[in-house]
């Protein structure tokens, strides 16, 4: 019974101080996803060369668009959604029509994105390559 009375004042003065800590970190994480906001250009590079054009949003640390993608034959939509942890960006891809998964590790800096990135046909083998981004002005 005694233990029980020691632990509870000391539990609630615990979890004063954790409540006013944890706004900072999620307010620099907020400002950081909507810097990735806005129309980016990327340039793949494997055994070809394509091209993907897309429209992000954000809200919280989640990254989220649309755009399209063209390899030097067709241009097919594509739709994206990831997440931003500090200045590491981790977004997917996934095409409409010939369905592909581009999975993207990337890192940001400032108006640009460099990485590597993952590709996943529906049918066939999976071939990997590099990317680097601009935002468009």
């Known amino acids: ?33 909507e810097s990735m906001e806005g129309n980016w250009s990327l340039q ?3 055994s070809k060369n394509r091209f993907m054009a897309l429209r992000l949003y954000s809200t919280g640390d989640a990254i989220f668009g ?10 097919q939509r594509v739709s994206a959604s990831g997440h931003l942890s500090g200045e590491n960006v981790n977004l997917d891809a996934v095409t409409s029509g010939e369905v592909n998964l581009y999975r993207f590790n990337l890192a940001k ?6 990485g590597q990135y993952r590709a996943f046909p529906a ?12 935002r468009e002005e």
């Open 44 to 46: 793949l590079s494997d």
């Open 109 to 114: 800096d400032g108006n640009s994105l460099f």
């Open 66 to 75: 649309t755009g399209t993608i063209n390899d030097g034959i067709k241009t």
């Open 123 to 134: 049918e066939g083998e999976a071939w990997s390559g590099m990317v680097q981004a601009e």
């Open 1 to 33: 019974e005694n233990n029980s009375s020691i632990i509870s004042p000391e539990s609630s003065a615990g979890a004063a101080p954790s409540l006013e800590v944890k706004p900072a970190p999620s307010s620099t994480m907020i400002s950081t996803a």
